[in-house]
């Protein structure tokens, strides 16, 4: 399922939006709750002891109460009861406060209540003590006095002021939502960008110029460069490709070439037996020259193939000791060393061994040293040394003291059909794919291989590849 | 007619030499390297040029530029293995006159570079005519008045050059050098024999006399006055 940064962000942005601001408009709402509240109750506070001011002792009896009606001076809608402890009522009516009072009578609190389909906050004064008491031969006197202002007013004020934080939370949160989705979609723009140039990157044509956006955004600065280095690495490896193709083509019709020209030179005029037979002979040469030619491509082909595949161990490679490929590769090229009348010598100081599979082994040390006896001059040596190079790594050397390598040739030797000299190759029918398949060996052993020559005074080549 | 192949694969080169000598009886010349190449072709006695491009020592571009800018006229014809236009291009560009991509076919190869040899000496017909002497270019055969002159080898090869310069004054060395590969001085006393039995075969009885001897500078094939 594919899901989008941009909403995700918006999401994630909007939620701590939403809760940041139902906090604060919580907050506001409580405020002005609070707020509006007291300061009702501080009115209905002061009208309550207003009324109680009304409240003296009786002319008549010092321990009776008596309520000034005549004074009274309240805001209409104001409910009030006044009776004195013994429930005695003085004035007002009682009728309003209901069961409620018996809960709330000894709280000192305001609360909250209905009469009449209307709203009222209610306080009550318990056991007051009356302001207005001339003979103190008698005990204090006390009053209980309720009161009740109507609390829709303040109610709709509390409603307004909720709604009105309410509707400037959700235009807040809208403004930012916009804002958050038009940040974000401007800050992916130079990512989107990115991707579609990548999205332009051919093997053919590997270009990748990165987008100014990408230059300015640290955080898009990685993926730019990866992703250059990574177009330059598809053109190189393209490059390589189709020049091994285009080099390939070149002698395969070449070949070809040769073959057909043999051919047709048989076809044409008339010939003796004794001329066919040379012509066939000839064209089997040439047949066999393209084979080895088609062999050697599709060998270097498949070791630098697996090279990228992932090794299994102990199924594709093994352990091996070094001397027995080495040994094999000097036997089978005896024949070659005694026709060209080359000594081979063989130094071995202990026992190493290497991962690697023994033939690919004694292909890579078959090439280097058929080299070796290729380029040697008549009744010289050649030598190969097998010696430790580090605690982890061993080392073959091979040295002839034979034509050398022009300098100018020696950066190019491993090049796939690099042929230094012609003269040298054509003598020992090589097609320049001998050093580029030993070198193709020694890396999918994970090795390294170094070519040192000077003309005339003979070429060592050093392998050097890591202990098993 | 003296060919040079610059090719790198000995048996390739090889085979278009056998190929040329017997079927053209040209004279052909080899070399395995772009430098040799370039050596023997500024010598000046080639009539016509097969050159290879990828040839190590010079490459076959180089060759060919270096030739051109001694000012070298000698048609050449590339063998490439690229077939890609632009190369092609650049080639002709740089002074190819023909071009063959590999593999080619040997008979196509030989009618071009006949075709590229007449060209280089100004000829357009392959068959070729002095007064009523008529060289064919393609059989090889000549005739006089209608009447088939029967040549041997070597003879006809020496008609052959004349007629391609009919008009000119061609020198014994002009000669030797284009009938024989690079070893000719040791073939130097042979010209005057083939001169004489080719007048014998071709200008015996005849009121018009065609080929002239023009003492101290060689000889002219050409109807009437030898001046």
Not at chain 1, 65 to 74: K, Y
Not at chain 1, 205 to 227: C, D, K, N, Q, V
Not at chain 1, 260 to 282: C, F, H, N, P, V
Request: proline content about 4%.
């Amino acid at each position: 399922m594919i899901s989008s940064i941009r909403g995700r962000v918006l999401a994630l942005a909007m939620l701590a939006q939403f809760l940041a601001m139902s906090c604060a408009v919580g907050f506001a709402v409580w405020y002005v709750h609070r707020a509006l509240w007291s300061s009702l109750d501080s009115e209905l506070q002061a009208r309550a002891v207003s009324l109680l001011a009304l409240v003296g002792q009786a002319d008549d009896d010092p321990y009776a109460l008596d309520f000034d009606a005549n004074q009274v001076n309240l805001p209409s809608g104001d409910l009030f009861y006044v009776v004195d402890p013994h429930g005695r009522a003085l004035a007002g009516s009682g009728s309003w406060i209901g069961q409620q009072a018996g809960a709330q009578q000894n709280a000192r609190k305001t609360w909250l209540f209905k009469h009449d389909g209307i709203t009222y906050r209610g306080k009550a004064l318990i056991e007051s003590p009356i302001f207005d008491q001339e003979n103190m031969n008698v005990p204090q006197l006390r009053v209980n006095l309720f009161y009740a202002v109507p609390a829709t007013q303040t109610q709709a004020r509390i409603a307004e002021a909720m709604r009105e934080a309410v509707m400037v939370g959700i235009v807040s949160l809208l403004v930012s939502a916009l804002l958050t989705w038009w940040a974000v979609g401007t800050g992916m723009a130079p990512l989107i960008e990115l991707a579609s140039r990548a999205d332009k990157i051919q093997a053919a044509r590997a270009e990748f110029e990165l987008p100014p956006g990408t230059l300015r955004s640290a955080e898009l600065m990685p993926l730019g460069r990866a992703l250059q280095a990574l177009a330059a690495r598809v053109r190189a490896a393209f490059d390589r490709e189709r020049q091994f193709i285009s080099d390939a083509a070149h002698e395969l019709k070449t070949a070809v070439a040769i073959q057909k020209s043999t051919l047709q030179l048989l076809e044409q005029g008339r010939a003796s037996e004794a001329e066919y037979r040379d012509g066939i002979a000839r064209a089997l040469e040439d047949t066999a020259r393209t084979e080895r030619l088609v062999a050697d491509m599709l060998l270097l082909s498949a070791i630098e193939h697996a090279q990228q595949l992932p090794e299994i161990p102990g199924q594709t490679s093994s352990r091996s000791p070094l001397e027995q490929s080495v040994e094999l590769a000097i036997d089978r090229l005896q024949p070659l060393a005694r026709m060209k009348d080359v000594q081979i010598d063989l130094k071995l100081d202990g026992t190493h061994y290497v991962t690697g599979k023994e033939q690919d082994l004694c292909l890579l040390w078959t090439n280097l040293i058929e080299n070796a006896i290729q380029h040697s001059r008549a009744s010289s040596r050649a030598t190969v040394e097998l010696s430790d190079a580090g605690s982890d790594c061993c080392r073959v050397r091979i040295a002839d003291s034979g034509t050398g390598i022009p300098a100018a040739d020696l950066p190019h030797v491993f090049e796939r059909f690099y042929r230094s000299d012609i003269s040298r190759s054509r003598a020992t029918g090589g097609f320049g794919l001998g050093l580029s398949i030993a070198k193709a060996v020694v890396d999918a052993l994970h090795g390294t291989i170094r070519i040192e020559s000077a003309p005339q005074r003979g070429t060592t080549v050093e392998v050097i590849l890591p202990k098993a | 007619m003296h060919v040079l192949v610059i090719e790198d694969e000995e048996r390739l080169a090889h085979n278009l030499a056998k190929a040329i000598s017997k079927n053209a009886g040209f004279v052909v010349d080899v070399a395995l390297d772009g430098e040799d190449g370039l050596h023997l072709a500024t010598s000046g006695v080639f009539d016509a040029i097969i050159l290879d491009l990828m040839l190590p020592g010079k490459p076959g571009q180089e060759v060919l530029a270096a030739l051109r800018k001694t000012g070298d006229k000698t048609p050449v014809l590339v063998l490439t293995a690229k077939e890609e236009k632009a190369s092609i291009i650049r080639l002709l560009d740089s002074g190819a006159d023909d071009y063959l991509p590999k593999p080619f076919d040997l008979g196509e190869l030989l009618a071009r570079l006949k075709a590229l040899i007449r060209r280089g000496k100004g000829q357009a017909s392959p068959q070729l005519a002095v007064g009523n002497l008529v060289l064919d270019f393609n059989t090889r055969s000549a005739w006089r008045a209608g009447t088939r002159v029967e040549l041997s080898p070597m003879e006809y090869r020496t008609l052959e050059y004349l007629m391609m310069r009919q008009g000119s004054v061609v020198s014994k060395e002009e000669l030797l050098e284009h009938l024989y590969d690079y070893n000719w001085e040791k073939f130097s006393n042979v010209i005057e024999v083939y001169i004489s039995t080719l007048r014998r075969k071709i200008d015996a009885g005849e009121r018009d006399r065609l080929i002239h001897t023009l003492r101290g500078r060689g000889y002219v094939l050409r109807k009437g006055d030898p001046q």
